[in-house]
């Protein structure tokens, strides 16, 4: 006689839940998202912290409006933070300039477009955004952000370092 035996198959929706959504390491910093600028790197840390901030409030179930604060300073802080660098890359005529601001207009109208929705109630934050932002973050430091280094680093004649 042959006999059969059930066993409970993953599924693929709960595995989806524990990768993206508990983990407690989705918005911590790496060494090796470093530009070796030091306002920059402070920045990105805050960044990082801010949405990590916003993942947890997610996560705890706060109130609209506490996630909406939350969302708030996250989103103000992006705004600063572009400036900054975007200052920096015009002082030393950074010809990745336009291409770069292209990126941060990008996010900014992204984020601005999701803020609105949030605080009209036709959205609300997802794992699927954070995780969007996450590697938004990743890809655009250690891929754009990175390639003004050496312009922003170098000492030319006459000129006092751009930041450090
Ligand atoms: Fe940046
Ligand atoms: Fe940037």
Same mark, same amino acid.
Request: overall charge negative; aromatic content about 10%.
């Given at each position: 006689?042959?006999?059969?035996?059930?066993?409970? &198959?993953?599924?693929? +929706?709960?595995?989806? *839940?524990?990768?993206?959504?508990? =983990?407690?390491?989705? %918005? #911590?910093?790496?060494?090796?998202?470093?530009?070796?600028?030091?306002?920059?790197?402070?920045?990105?840390?805050?960044?990082?912290?801010?949405?990590?901030?916003?993942?947890?409030?997610?996560?705890?179930?706060?109130?609209?409006?506490?996630?909406?604060?939350?969302?708030?300073?996250?989103?103000?802080?992006? &705004?600063?933070?572009? +400036?900054?660098?975007? *200052?920096?890359?015009?002082?030393? =005529?950074?010809?990745? %300039? #336009?291409?770069?601001?292209?990126?941060?207009?990008?996010?900014?109208?992204?984020?601005?477009?999701?803020?609105?929705?949030?605080?009209?109630?036709?959205?609300?934050?997802?794992?699927?955004?954070?995780?969007?932002?996450?590697?938004?973050?990743?890809?655009?430091?250690?891929?754009?952000?990175?390639?003004?280094?050496?312009?922003?680093?170098?000492?030319?004649?006459?000129?006092?370092?751009?930041?450090?």
């Amino acid at each position: 006689m042959r006999i059969t035996y059930f066993t409970a &198959a993953p599924r693929p +929706a709960l595995q989806f *839940r524990e990768e993206a959504d508990d =983990n407690p390491d989705m %918005f #911590e910093w790496k060494d090796e998202y470093s530009v070796h600028i030091h306002s920059i790197d402070a920045q990105h840390q805050n960044l990082f912290r801010m949405a990590g901030e916003l993942h947890s409030a997610m996560l705890a179930g706060q109130a609209k409006s506490v996630i909406g604060k939350v969302l708030d300073r996250l989103v103000q802080y992006t &705004a600063m933070h572009f +400036a900054h660098e975007e *200052r920096l890359m015009r002082q030393r =005529n950074y010809p990745g %300039f #336009e291409l770069h601001k292209v990126e941060h207009d990008v996010l900014t109208r992204k984020v601005l477009q999701f803020q609105a929705d949030f605080r009209s109630g036709t959205t609300i934050i997802t794992v699927q955004l954070l995780q969007f932002l996450r590697d938004w973050l990743e890809n655009h430091i250690k891929g754009s952000d990175t390639k003004y280094v050496p312009f922003l680093t170098a000492e030319p004649v006459g000129q006092t370092r751009a930041d450090k």
